[in-house]
């Protein structure tokens, strides 16, 4: 078999076989397929697109191509819960004590943040001390002792879709949606869960802009989790807005606090209990969503979803002390306010503006080797469809530099529209796909 050959048949519309797909796979690497080869086949996928069939064999050629994690120990139905990324998205915060504290067991592996969207790992290193350092026996038995656990994704998990992504990022060959679909899911299926819950975010804030390309993406992902045998659900949700009210490390840490308190915004707490009743369900722990909803608010009213992060944060290093009190999370030496220039309603909030603003406060990496200020972030007071009075405050900027904070204040203010008029109100949640 050549590379050559698989090249030319995608280049002109052919079907590749899933021999053909696993030698480009395994050849690439293993470093025996260039560059260059493999960038001519994603500009070739990139216009010739791929089939379901050949969809699914390159996202288990992916996940085969490294560790493949046997959770066989941890008891019960393990079910796995992905976003595909938005600003102020601190769901897994409070979404899988929840779920804990429900029956179901969650062995979660998650990422660190690049660019405008954050990432769950960054947020946890919020309360002192905190590791997802742990060992696949330390990863399985607290899950089995507690209900949960998070660790940082191995390098040997799937390491041909960090390879692919690399390439395919310098190779303007990302936006395919089977590209997209085997990445996500070769990582989700490696990581070993029974069943799998998607957030497809869509909007300005998301990597899908479009709701159209959303429901493509979600249903791609759902056909390869079908076609692998796990049961995968997809629920499409709106991220043309930041997700509740807080963006930034140690500030959605806090709000993630408040919501399992009962006190959280209601756009993040909604979508805690839909994506917690899909889980539920997924898990065989209840026959409806109705079921699934009433227990999960039950978990949140008698404090035992609290004290499950409590017990998730003092198993793996951190202070739990910071989940009773979270004034021992890190603190900006500044909060400033920004404020409205006109009367009117908030007609739009350009959400990829307002994770860009913490990033340029330093709440976010511009490259892997950047350093986060876990401490800043900004704290939102007006969403979409509120009226706002001139003087009044559109949100707070945590900081603790200067000049961080005054390019952070003019994106901000750039990235709210007030209008005359209050615009229609979209709902959060834009279909489930099962």
């Known amino acids: 078999m050549r590379m050559y050959d698989i090249i030319m048949k995608k280049r002109n519309g052919g079907e590749l076989s899933k021999e053909e797909i696993r030698f480009f796979i395994e050849g690439y690497t293993k470093g025996e397929i260039p560059d260059y080869q493999v960038s001519a086949l994603m500009m ?26 046997d959770l066989s120990k941890i008891h019960g139905c393990k079910v796995d819960k992905h976003s595909t990324g938005g600003v102020g998205d601190k769901t897994s915060l409070a979404l899988t004590p929840m779920v804990a504290a429900c029956g179901i067991p969650v062995a979660k592996m998650s ?71 085997s990445s996500i899911m070769s990582k989700k299926l490696a990581a070993g869960a029974d069943a799998i819950v998607l957030d497809v975010k869509t909007g300005s804030g998301a990597f899908m802009k479009s709701q159209d390309d959303a429901f493509a993406l ?26 509740g009210r807080a963006v930034g490390n140690a500030l959605e840490v806090k709000e993630a606090i408040a919501t399992l308190r009962g006190e959280g915004p209601e756009d993040f707490r909604e979508l805690c209990m839909v994506l917690g009743s899909q889980m539920l369900l997924a898990g065989g722990k209840v026959e409806n969503a109705e079921e699934a909803r009433g227990m999960l608010t039950k978990v949140i009213e008698d404090g035992s979803a609290l004290r499950k992060l409590e017990q998730f944060v003092e198993a793996q290093g951190g202070d739990p002390l910071a989940v009773t ?106 279909g489930i796909l099962q």
């Open 325 to 430: 009190n979270p004034e021992l999370l890190p603190k900006a030496s500044m909060v400033v306010p920004v404020c409205a220039d006109r009367d009117g309603f908030v007609g739009r909030i350009a959400c990829e503006d307002i994770g860009i603003c913490s990033l340029l406060l330093g709440g976010g990496r511009e490259t892997k080797e950047s350093t986060i200020d876990l401490s800043v972030g900004i704290v939102l007071e007006k969403k979409k469809g509120d009226a706002v009075k001139k003087g009044e405050v559109l949100g707070y900027l945590h900081a603790n530099d200067e000049q961080r904070l005054k390019a952070a204040k003019e994106k901000f203010l750039n990235a709210y529209s007030i209008t005359d008029s209050c615009p229609k109100k979209e709902p959060l949640i834009k």
């Open 218 to 243: 979600a249903e791609e992902m759902v056909k390869i989790g079908k076609n692998a045998g796990r049961q995968t659900i997809a629920v499409v949700s709106d991220m043309d807005q930041p997700l």
């Open 44 to 69: 070739a996928i990139y216009f010739q697109k791929m089939t379901e069939s050949e969809t699914y064999e390159l996202t288990m050629a992916m996940a085969h191509s490294g560790e493949m994690l």
């Open 111 to 181: 990422g660190r943040g690049l660019g405008h969207t954050g990432g769950t790992i960054d947020k946890l290193e919020s309360f002192p001390g905190f590791t997802t350092a742990l060992t696949a026996d330390r990863f399985i038995e607290n899950v089995n002792k507690i209900g949960i656990a998070i660790m940082g994704q191995t390098k040997d998990l799937a390491p041909a879709d960090k390879k692919l992504y690399a390439l395919r990022d310098v190779t303007a060959t990302v936006d395919n949606m089977s590209l997209i679909a």
